[in-house]
Nanobody, 123 residues
């Protein structure tokens, strides 16, 4: 069992940056690949990025590649999402999630989810 809690969301102007954190409970955090998803009002949950359990590999959606960076610190049981050059279309609730399958972009592949954190980018 893994419990996930996101933080770091907020309101930022276009072109700005935010860093999201996702703190995990449980001693098996390092066994899971971690992902970030987002969901805007009226839209389906969308894949953002994922990172291998070791932190050695990452995979991004084309819409965020070059602007967002996913990382993790297994000693702190935390995964991060550094978001730069934010755009109004990045506005959404951002969720972190855990999976045992690598390089998964579909929500159904993830077993554990956080409650989400709101990111709003103003133009």
């Amino acid at each position: 069992q893994v419990q996930l809690v996101e933080s770091g969301g907020g309101l930022v102007q276009a072109g700005g940056s935010l860093r999201l954190s996702c703190a995990a409970s449980g001693r098996t955090f390092s066994s899971y690949h971690m992902g970030w998803f987002r969901q805007a009002p009226g839209k389906e949950r969308e894949f953002v990025a994922t990172i291998r359990w070791s932190g050695g590999n990452t995979y991004y959606a084309d819409s965020v590649k070059g602007r967002f960076t996913i990382s993790r610190d297994n000693a702190k049981n935390t995964v991060y999402l550094q978001m730069n050059s934010l755009k109004p279309e990045d506005t959404a609730v951002y969720y972190c999630a855990a999976t045992t399958m690598w390089r998964q972009a579909t929500p159904t592949a993830y077993s554990y989810w956080g409650q989400g954190t709101q990111v709003t980018v103003s133009s």
